[in-house]
């Protein structure tokens, strides 16, 4: 097992009013004077975990959360069938990322995130990279439409069964088209029980692509509490349905812009949702950054990623 900081608790915290009708709640933890870094959650419509903190050397770092629009402890909440979600793209959180910064008189500070995070922090970075000191990611995805493609169509050869079970929660014309904007529109009914059957439908997917990893737990989309689900996977359809508002290949063919900040890409060999592939071709194109593929590690990671990880913080941490 890796051994992970002590828990601790936020000294400050706070809910940024964006201007538009949206609360994001933040938090600030560890050293006021250490250095500076931002968590960004996956998802999209995670929320930032506790548990985050506690790869940072509380002695070293001023550790930002942030949960993100709709999710966790932001409002509204978009398990709120009321919460619109028209100002919930990804170019508001890059706003709301900075607007964050600016708020907490961060001048560069350290990105770290995985999975749907990735995405959003390599996009923060190509946008604002003097704002950016260094990047961990653990698990690197980029959103394109090709990457959504696998995860909800491409991988079904794997699950056949539960790629059927997937397909029937949704009304049939949806079916062999595009899963994923059937799915949004799902999540968008007025009818409560449509939308918490399309959620836990949706989640039962992910949970089957995760379930060949021999270090990932079982359950871990179905088994959130039922207004995380439900947010959730309102959000994430969103996104997906709409390419995350990016143009194809963006984060790739931009990497250059990233030349200066230096990187560590942790992901797992055996990552069924994000293939190794899309890390392989952000390393190639980035030239600060060094990709440590883990052999054990899937999607939700292993005590090894883990390891890689950590190390990767504690070597910035002295870093100004």
């Known amino acids: 097992m890796p051994t992970l900081y002590p828990p601790i608790e936020p000294y400050r915290q706070g809910m940024l009013d964006t201007g538009d009708g949206h609360y994001v709640y933040w938090e600030v933890c560890g050293n006021p004077e250490g250095k500076p870094a931002l968590v960004v959650h996956g998802g999209p419509g995670a929320g930032c975990k506790p548990g985050a903190r506690r790869r940072f050397d509380p002695e070293r770092y001023r550790v930002v959360l942030f949960d993100q629009r709709g999710c966790g402890r932001s409002t509204p909440h978009a398990s709120d069938p009321r919460a619109d979600l028209a100002t919930n793209t990804t170019g508001h959180l890059l706003t709301d990322m900075e607007r964050l910064r600016e708020l907490l008189g961060v001048d560069r500070w350290l990105l770290y995130g995985g999975s749907w995070g990735s995405t959003l922090l390599l996009a923060y970075a190509q946008r604002h990279p003097e704002r950016v000191s260094e990047i961990v990611v653990n698990g690197v995805t980029t959103t394109r439409r090709s990457e959504i493609d696998w995860l909800y169509r491409g991988v079904a050869r794997f699950f056949p069964e539960q790629w059927d079970r997937f397909l029937a929660g949704v009304p049939e014309a949806g079916r062999d088209g595009d899963p994923v904007a059937a799915y949004a529109r799902r999540m968008n009914d007025p009818d409560p029980r449509t939308r918490a059957k399309a959620a836990q439908d949706w989640c039962t997917w992910e949970d089957a692509v995760v379930s060949l990893e021999p270090n990932g737990p079982s359950g871990v989309y179905s088994d959130r509490p039922s207004a995380a689900r439900i947010a959730l996977v309102r ?86």
């Open 235 to 320: 959000i994430a359809s969103h996104y997906f349905a709409h390419g995350a508002w990016l143009e194809e290949g963006v984060l790739l063919r931009n990497a250059p812009l990233l030349t200066g900040i230096p990187g560590v890409l942790v992901h797992g060999r055996l990552d069924l949702s994000s293939p190794p592939d899309t890390a392989w071709e952000l390393c190639r194109r980035w030239p600060d950054a060094r990709l440590v593929t883990v052999g054990d590690a899937g999607h939700l990671g292993s005590d090894a990623a883990d390891e890689e990880v950590l190390a990767a913080l504690d070597g910035f941490a002295g870093c100004r």
